[in-house]
């Protein structure tokens, strides 16, 4: 059976259909055979038990007068029986009394005397039957028959049933291959639609329908199926396409991105990019790395990166600790200094990265280094330069304190002697001594307030005050009070919105606001002066703004009038020594902001200034108490 497993359709509806007609056919056949073998069997022992009564009633009277003559003469009657191949008569003691043999054949009567039976011995049937004469047995007759006849019968029958066999199985042969159609045509064409689509994957591809059985049913599904199968196709199609565009477009982009990266941490000379395994040895090496160090990639990949720190770092198992704690954290950024091939120092700046695997495991690190050595030195050269620079400040200061201080005594001298010169020769001498005398009066005294000014300048870095909470509504009232005999007689209008408390040196803030305020109001023009003070918080800082409808400074002008004794205005239209927007400045940078101005001429000016907004107690406010000390001791605000 396992045979047909593998044969086309067609073959095993064939195969089938003569299998079972031959096997009916045969069946039948050896039926009939059987049964006529067994009928004519039959047949035959009922003929010679007549033929046998007949003779053994021929012989009764032969056997009773002992004459053998007779009883050959009986037996040779058995001649027109050409199947009959011998006959014998025996005695009562089983003696041979007489007998027939067939011409031609070479045979004897058998020895021994069977009971009354009939056996099929081989092609021949042995017969043996008792003479009984008046019921008392005188003899036995025995006969041997020749069963050729059943032989030939047999071999006829099976002619037969051969040919008849031959006939059924070309007319099964004839019939199954119209009939068969019915079943392998439906399913030849849907194996055929399966084995395209196989061949082509073109789901589009329908089996055809040729019946409404289960053939058809089949087709229906088939056809249903492939339906499902094209839509997803499509749809895996589309999302495929997709997918390829979308992995083709990130691998461009990577691969891009991969050369830029590889070409950049080759060609870059500036920082040294290398990495290293688990254990700390160099697996990379690129030119900034051969630049900085003076290895080249042969000499140091595989070394340890210990061997660029110096004795006392590794005494100190720097290194060691550098790896575990790029290791634990993810990253390490530190600087210090390094060992070159040649054993010179550099000032190194390093960025080391801890690499992981997919599943998390170390694989190793990313370690890029800058070589800082210029900036280094550069940072210990300013270092020594603000030194130098903050004992020079503080000289200077001092000079221009003890300056402006020793100064004022002769100075007073010389003005009080020239007020009373031109209090007691005022036009008493001609008019050009007159005059002398007033340009000498008018230079002492701007002389005295150049000197002042100078002392209150040079007062904001040597006598400070301590920081604290100062309320700058309470502030700008009390210098509103000190300018109000210049607000009444200008008919300023100032006003100002609700004011902050910041930590600030609380004289120096009113000593800004009234600069400002002052300022404001002087250089207003025909116009009524009208001046206005806000502050709004932004981040981490107050800005403040004073507004004022004056005569404005031209864009060029703003940087200037920061700096000492700058004037932009005549003295006799604006008097003043050019001090005051410079005080500001100075006090504002002790603070810890900065001051600037937005102002067109004719368009009035606004002043800006910022004060950290800082709680008192903070770590900030501590900062600014920390700064304005140094301050004090003579250190430059920078």
Not at 430 to 458: C, H, P
Not at 548 to 577: C, K, W
Request: net charge negative; glycine share 6%.
């Amino acid at each position: 059976m396992r045979l047909l497993h593998d044969i086309p359709i067609k073959r095993k509806l064939l195969v089938i259909i003569l299998l079972t007609s031959g096997a009916a056919l045969l069946m039948s056949a050896v039926a009939i055979v059987v049964s006529d073998s067994v009928l004519y069997q039959g047949y035959i022992r009922r003929d010679l038990d007549a033929l046998a009564q007949i003779v053994a009633d021929n012989s009764t009277a032969a056997l009773s007068f002992e004459n053998a003559a007779d009883a050959e003469e009986t037996l040779a009657s058995l001649r027109a029986r050409p199947a009959l191949v011998q006959a014998c008569i025996y005695t009562p003691d089983s003696m041979i009394f007489a007998r027939y043999i067939r011409a031609g054949t070479a045979s004897a009567c058998p020895r021994s005397i069977e009971a009354d039976s009939a056996r099929i011995d081989g092609n021949n049937l042995h017969l043996f039957r008792s003479i009984l004469l008046d019921g008392r047995k005188v003899g036995t007759l025995y006969f041997q028959y020749e069963l050729s006849e059943l032989a030939a019968r047999r071999t006829l029958y099976s002619g037969l049933v051969i040919a008849i066999m031959l006939t059924a199985t070309l007319l099964a042969v004839v019939l199954s291959g119209r009939l068969r159609l019915l079943i392998t045509e439906p399913l030849m064409r849907l194996a055929g639609a399966a084995e395209a689509v196989y061949q082509t994957h073109d789901y589009t591809i329908r089996a055809e329908k040729l019946s409404e059985d289960e053939l058809g049913l089949l087709a229906n599904s088939f056809n249903d199926m492939l339906a499902d199968i094209q839509q997803r196709d499509a749809e895996l199609r589309q999302a495929r396409d997709q997918l390829e565009q979308r992995v083709q477009e990130r691998t461009a982009k990577l691969r891009e991105s991969e050369e830029r990266f590889r070409s950049l941490v080759e060609s870059v000379a500036e920082y040294a990019i290398i990495t290293l395994d688990p254990a700390g040895h160099v697996t990379t090496w690129n030119e900034g790395a051969e630049r900085i160090t003076g290895y080249r990639a042969e000499e140091i990949i595989g070394q340890h990166f210990s061997r660029f720190y110096p004795a006392e770092d590794m005494g100190k198992r720097l290194p060691e600790h550098a790896l575990e704690t790029a290791a634990a954290e993810g990253r390490l950024q530190n600087e210090g200094w390094r060992i070159r091939k040649d054993g010179s120092r550099f000032w190194a700046y390093v960025v080391m990265t801890a690499l992981r695997d997919p599943e998390g495991k170390l694989a190793g690190f990313s370690k890029i280094t800058r070589d800082l050595t210029d900036r280094k030195q550069a940072e210990e050269a300013i270092k020594r330069q603000a030194a130098e620079l903050a004992r020079s400040n503080a000289d200077l200061e001092q000079f221009a304190y003890v300056a402006s201080h020793d100064l004022q005594e002769p100075l007073r001298m010389v003005t009080t002697f020239m007020q009373l010169l031109a209090d007691r020769y005022q036009g008493k001498l001609d008019a050009e001594a007159d005059e002398f005398i007033g340009f000498a009066v008018d230079g002492a005294t701007r002389m005295k307030q150049l000197i002042t000014d100078l002392l209150v300048y040079s007062r904001v870095g040597t006598h400070p005050e301590e920081f604290s909470p100062t309320e700058c509504d309470a502030v700008f009232k009390e210098v509103l009070q000190n300018l109000d005999v210049v607000v009444k007689e200008s008919g300023a209008e100032v006003t100002h919105d609700p004011l902050p408390t910041v930590i600030a040196d609380r004289s120096q803030m009113s000593q800004l606001f009234q600069n400002l305020v002052s300022n404001a109001i002087k250089f207003t023009g025909s116009r009524s002066p009208r001046v206005h003070l806000s502050a709004r918080h932004v981040s981490t800082e107050w800005i403040f703004s004073i507004s004022d409808n004056g005569i404005g400074i031209s864009p060029e002008h703003r940087e200037r009038i920061f700096v000492i004794f700058q004037r932009l205005h005549d003295r006799m239209a604006y008097p003043g020594t050019g001090i005051g927007l410079a005080l500001c400045k100075k006090i504002v940078e002790r603070h810890g902001g900065r001051i600037w101005v937005e102002s067109h001429p004719g368009e009035g000016s606004t002043f800006f200034f910022t004060i950290p907004a800082v709680a008192a107690g903070s770590g900030k406010a501590k900062d600014y108490e920390s700064l304005h000390n140094r301050t004090a001791e003579g250190s430059p605000i920078r």
